[in-house]
């Protein structure tokens, strides 16, 4: 579910072109495989649609200004989750919460389609790191979207790394919502200061939830009718929220009802340490089931 200003624009795209949105490059694809909306701010997935179904991915309607970060689609939460700022590299560790990528100019270096999808190539405009390189691929297809962010280190000595594939899930109502595929892991509460729970059955939103999982295993989003599976690769940490009645300043309560955050994340749970010459590749695939 994206802002109508948004669906306009992609209502007039056929094929892939380029437009401006809210003081964001956006790059767009209306083909037959589904609708693909990426910022270059971020390298942020805004939108996807595979033909006979709704968008999967919510944005809300009233985005903050430059240069801060939509809130919605697939933000890239790099290199570091949350405040976790194990590779910030500020004399105080006081960089942004969530990272430097979410809000960084990404450039699309390769943009390979086909008749069945397309695979997206993106890398920030500039090194954002001493030590981390970062890139980001994004495949599309009529059955799923898959997000990548490859992580390497070209320096000389170790670095931590944290860092999260936000999922802004679209729903009809996330109180109707359950998930399921998380029971018996173990999760830290941040609502309650980090408390340590286990999760019994399937997750029901019925209020505010802000939770990690140390959990490897797929989430399965029920919503009405609609199930769509969250998969996820190189992620130990599986981050739910949702802000319920008290949602951040950039969106209404109303629009806050209509998403469910569910993010294969790396977390203060399992950190990477990358050694010089490593690469770290954290995924997330959607699908429908
Ligand atoms: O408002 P932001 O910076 O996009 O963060 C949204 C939420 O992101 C989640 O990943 C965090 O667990 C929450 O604590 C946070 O509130």
Redesign the pocket.
């Known amino acids: 579910m994206i802002p109508d200003a948004l669906q306009q624009l992609l209502d007039g795209v056929d094929g892939q072109e380029t437009a401006h949105w809210q003081g964001r490059d956006l790059v767009m694809f209306n083909a037959p495989w589904g609708e693909l909306i990426v910022s270059l701010q971020g390298a942020q997935v805004l939108h996807f649609r595979p033909p006979e179904d709704r968008g999967w991915l919510w944005v809300t309607p009233t985005p903050q200004p430059m240069p801060g970060?939509i809130?919605g689609g697939v933000?890239l939460?790099w290199p570091w989750?949350?405040d976790e700022r194990y590779a910030d590299e500020t004399p105080d560790r006081s960089g942004t919460?969530?990272g430097l990528a979410?809000h960084a100019p990404w450039q699309l270096e390769a943009a390979d389609e086909h008749a069945d999808g397309i695979e997206l190539h993106l890398s920030p405009t500039q090194r954002l790191h001493s030590q981390l390189t970062v890139r980001a691929v994004i495949q599309a297809n009529a059955q799923r979207l898959a997000v990548e962010l490859i992580s390497e280190n070209v320096g000389d000595t170790p670095v931590k790394v944290s860092g999260?594939l936000?999922s802004y899930l679209a729903v009809d109502d996330a109180h109707q919502c359950r998930l399921e595929g998380l029971a018996g892991a173990r999760y830290l509460d941040?609502l309650r200061d980090f408390a340590e729970g286990e999760q019994q059955g399937t997750l029901a939103i019925r209020g505010p939830v802000?939770?990690?999982y140390h959990s490897n295993e797929a989430v399965m989003l029920h919503d009405g009718p609609r199930t769509l599976r969250v998969g996820k690769q190189s992620s130990d940490s599986t981050?739910v929220?949702h802000?319920d009645q008290q949602p951040?300043a950039?969106t209404s309560l109303e629009a806050a009802k209509r998403f469910v955050?569910v993010?294969a994340?790396n977390t203060r749970l399992d950190p990477v340490w990358l050694v010089p010459g490593a690469q770290h590749l954290l995924g997330t695939t959607l699908s429908r089931t």
């Open positions: 970060a809130r933000p939460c989750f949350a919460f969530h979410r999260a936000h941040k802000d939770r990690i981050v929220w802000p951040p950039d955050c993010e994340a």
